[in-house]
């Protein structure tokens, strides 16, 4: 469940950010499929994942992680 949770923030994040997924995979440099399956649960993303995620969005890395 916990990668569910990171997924749906990470989506959040983009859309209060305002990007598209094509916007913020080509800013991040990865495939927007691997964005995609990153935002769907799919594929759990590694630390080095959140860390470019959020970078890119200008975030904690925590915000993504929290499980409130």
Do not use: H, W
């Not at 440099?29 to 399956?37: A, T």
Request: glycine share 6%.
């Amino acid at each position: 469940m916990e990668k569910n949770r990171v997924a749906q923030r990470i989506r959040a994040f983009r859309k209060l950010k305002g990007y598209t997924q094509n916007e913020l995979a080509l800013k991040m440099g990865i495939s927007i499929s691997k964005l995609g399956s990153i935002e769907r649960g799919s594929v759990k993303p590694d630390e080095k994942t959140i860390q470019l995620i959020s970078e890119t969005l200008n975030i904690d890395p925590a915000e993504l992680k929290n499980q409130d």
